[in-house]
């Protein structure tokens, strides 16, 4: 029996402090900074979205609770 990996797209970030952090699209897009860059810069999806007024130190936190935040909702989400 063969498990198949189901492929998501990445996005990057850039803070402040130069630090890149490769995220799955669904946890990126929970940030409406994020959202709001996409939609100003809809060719831009293999550039790294800058984050100039975050710091790697607090973007970790923030991307850990935004994971958890994503995977609840996905948990609680009835089968189809």
């Known amino acids: 029996m063969s498990v198949m ?3 998501t797209n990445k996005i ?3 803070t402040a402090d130069e630090e890149e952090f490769v995220v799955d699209e669904a946890i990126a897009m929970e940030f409406g900074t994020v959202n709001t860059y996409y939609e100003d810069n809809p060719d831009s999806c293999d550039e790294a ?3 100039p007024n975050v710091t790697s130190k607090y973007l970790a936190k923030v991307i850990e609770y935004y994971k958890w935040h994503v995977e609840h909702r996905a948990r609680k989400a009835p089968n189809r």
Do not use: D, G, N, V
Request: proline letters at 11%; hydrophobic letters at 55%.
């Open 5 to 7: 990996a189901t492929e």
């Open 49 to 51: 979205i800058p984050l």
């Open 12 to 14: 990057t970030l850039l």
